[in-house]
Protein backbone atom coordinates (compact mmCIF):
# COMPACT_ATOMS: atom_id res chain seq x y z
CA UNK A 1 0.00 0.00 0.00
CA UNK A 2 1.27 3.46 -1.04
CA UNK A 3 -0.16 6.20 1.06
CA UNK A 4 0.43 9.96 -0.09
CA UNK A 5 -1.26 13.14 2.78
CA UNK A 6 -1.97 15.95 1.45
CA UNK A 7 -4.45 19.29 2.15
CA UNK A 8 -2.13 20.67 4.74
CA UNK A 9 -1.26 24.62 5.05
CA UNK A 10 -1.31 27.53 7.48
CA UNK A 11 -4.37 28.98 9.20
CA UNK A 12 -5.39 30.56 12.19
CA UNK A 13 -6.83 29.50 15.16
CA UNK A 14 -10.43 28.57 15.08
CA UNK A 15 -10.13 27.55 11.69
CA UNK A 16 -11.03 24.29 9.77
CA UNK A 17 -8.69 21.79 7.44
CA UNK A 18 -9.50 18.81 5.38
CA UNK A 19 -6.24 16.23 5.74
CA UNK A 20 -6.76 13.30 3.01
CA UNK A 21 -4.61 10.48 2.21
CA UNK A 22 -4.70 8.45 -0.94
CA UNK A 23 -4.11 4.96 -1.37
CA UNK A 24 -2.88 2.89 -3.95
CA UNK A 25 -3.30 -0.54 -3.93
CA UNK A 26 -6.44 -2.96 -4.15
CA UNK A 27 -5.73 -4.13 -0.67
CA UNK A 28 -6.79 -0.72 1.21
CA UNK A 29 -10.10 -1.89 2.28
CA UNK A 30 -8.07 -5.02 4.38
CA UNK A 31 -5.86 -2.18 5.91
CA UNK A 32 -7.20 0.27 9.24
CA UNK A 33 -5.89 3.73 8.86
CA UNK A 34 -4.11 6.18 11.32
CA UNK A 35 -2.94 9.92 11.17
CA UNK A 36 0.05 10.74 13.10
CA UNK A 37 1.58 14.05 13.91
CA UNK A 38 4.84 15.65 14.68
CA UNK A 39 5.94 18.59 15.82
CA UNK A 40 9.17 19.94 15.91
CA UNK A 41 11.62 18.94 18.80
CA UNK A 42 8.45 16.33 19.74
CA UNK A 43 7.85 13.05 18.95
CA UNK A 44 5.34 11.66 16.94
CA UNK A 45 2.40 11.27 18.35
CA UNK A 46 -1.23 9.56 17.60
CA UNK A 47 -4.52 11.75 16.80
CA UNK A 48 -6.93 9.04 14.96
CA UNK A 49 -7.51 6.02 13.47
CA UNK A 50 -10.22 4.18 11.48
CA UNK A 51 -11.31 0.45 11.06
CA UNK A 52 -10.69 -1.11 7.89
CA UNK A 53 -15.14 -1.16 7.63
CA UNK A 54 -15.16 2.47 9.02
CA UNK A 55 -16.93 1.33 11.98
CA UNK A 56 -14.43 2.00 14.15
CA UNK A 57 -12.69 5.14 15.21
CA UNK A 58 -10.72 6.58 18.10
CA UNK A 59 -9.18 9.60 18.61
CA UNK A 60 -6.41 11.30 20.96
CA UNK A 61 -7.93 13.06 24.00
CA UNK A 62 -6.23 16.17 22.64
CA UNK A 63 -8.33 16.22 19.23
CA UNK A 64 -11.64 14.38 20.47
CA UNK A 65 -14.39 16.37 19.69
CA UNK A 66 -12.68 18.39 17.37
CA UNK A 67 -11.44 16.35 14.32
CA UNK A 68 -13.08 13.26 12.60
CA UNK A 69 -11.61 10.77 10.78
CA UNK A 70 -13.40 8.60 7.92
CA UNK A 71 -12.78 6.67 5.03
CA UNK A 72 -14.01 5.96 1.48
CA UNK A 73 -13.37 2.50 0.88
CA UNK A 74 -14.77 3.52 -3.02
CA UNK A 75 -11.95 5.82 -3.66
CA UNK A 76 -8.77 4.60 -1.75
CA UNK A 77 -9.49 7.55 0.46
CA UNK A 78 -8.92 8.88 4.23
CA UNK A 79 -10.14 11.94 5.34
CA UNK A 80 -9.51 13.93 8.79
CA UNK A 81 -11.69 16.67 9.06
CA UNK A 82 -10.33 19.09 11.77
CA UNK A 83 -12.22 21.60 13.34
CA UNK A 84 -11.84 24.76 15.66
CA UNK A 85 -7.88 24.45 14.87
CA UNK A 86 -4.97 25.69 17.79
CA UNK A 87 -1.36 26.16 17.28
CA UNK A 88 -0.97 23.31 19.37
CA UNK A 89 -1.99 21.57 15.99
CA UNK A 90 1.06 22.30 14.41
CA UNK A 91 2.20 19.56 13.04
CA UNK A 92 3.46 17.48 10.22
CA UNK A 93 0.77 14.91 9.62
CA UNK A 94 1.10 11.76 8.49
CA UNK A 95 -1.32 9.04 7.13
CA UNK A 96 0.03 5.46 7.88
CA UNK A 97 -1.68 2.06 7.14
CA UNK A 98 -1.54 -1.78 8.92
CA UNK A 99 -3.90 -4.21 9.59
CA UNK A 100 -4.65 -4.41 12.62
CA UNK A 101 -6.60 -1.57 14.24
CA UNK A 102 -3.88 0.08 17.22
CA UNK A 103 -2.64 3.76 18.17
CA UNK A 104 0.89 2.38 18.33
CA UNK A 105 2.92 4.28 15.43
CA UNK A 106 5.51 1.44 15.65
CA UNK A 107 3.06 -1.18 14.63
CA UNK A 108 1.79 0.97 11.54
CA UNK A 109 3.44 -0.89 8.49
CA UNK A 110 3.12 2.11 5.85
CA UNK A 111 3.18 5.67 6.15
CA UNK A 112 2.45 8.81 3.52
CA UNK A 113 5.06 11.48 3.53
CA UNK A 114 2.85 13.69 5.72
CA UNK A 115 1.44 17.14 4.97
CA UNK A 116 2.52 20.48 6.88
CA UNK A 117 -0.36 22.23 9.20
CA UNK A 118 0.67 25.54 11.07
CA UNK A 119 -2.10 27.25 12.99
CA UNK A 120 -0.99 30.44 13.86
CA UNK A 121 -2.51 32.43 17.04
Known amino acids: VQLQASGGGLVQAGDSLRLSCAAS????????IGWFRQAPGKEREFVAT????????YYADSVKGRFTISRDNAKNTVHLQMNSLKPDDTAVYYC???????????????WGQGTQVTVSS
Open 50 to 57: ISWSGGST
Open 25 to 32: GRTFVSYA
Open 96 to 110: AAQRRFSVVAVEYDY
